[in-house]
């Protein structure tokens, strides 16, 4: 199985940039559809995006289409989400999925079809 662990998180202004990594070892990682979920406080956890297994096809919460950027590295074991200007409601706790999949082809966004979670990294955002 394979373990992750979120970093990269920290306090930013709005209008800034940041990257999130997620380290993956334990299992070949190029075996794993990869997803990024976030949960504010009081709210329930919500999908960002979302990378098929060889990185070649990514879908992305509505909302945050154009500022995210979802990619993966397989040779590194690495997954990166890269957050562009970033605003006040952007502030989470941003967590990396995986699911072992066959499909090359296929993205997954619901949290229900993970099973393996990394531990998360706090993104604030002041204003």
């Known amino acids: 199985q394979v373990q992750l662990a979120e970093s990269g998180g920290g306090l930013v202004q709005a209008g800034d940039s940041l990257r999130l990594s997620c380290a993956a070892s334990?299992?070949?990682?190029?075996?794993?559809?990869m997803s990024w979920f976030r949960q504010a406080p009081g709210k329930a956890r919500e999908f960002v995006a979302a990378?098929?297994?060889?990185?070649?096809?990514?879908e992305y919460a509505d909302s945050l289409k154009g500022r995210f950027t979802i990619s993966r590295d397989n040779a590194k074991n690495t997954l990166h989400l890269h957050m562009d200007t970033l605003k006040p409601e952007d502030t989470a706790v941003y967590s990396c999925?995986?699911?072992?999949?066959?499909?090359?082809?296929?993205?997954?966004?619901?949290?229900?079809?993970?099973?393996?979670w990394g531990q998360g990294t706090q993104v604030t955002v002041s204003s």
């Open positions: 999925a995986a699911r072992r999949t066959l499909s090359s082809d296929t993205v997954f966004k619901s949290s229900s079809e993970f099973g393996t």
């Open positions: 334990g299992s070949p990682f190029r075996n794993y559809a």
């Open positions: 990378i098929t297994r060889s990185g070649g096809r990514t």
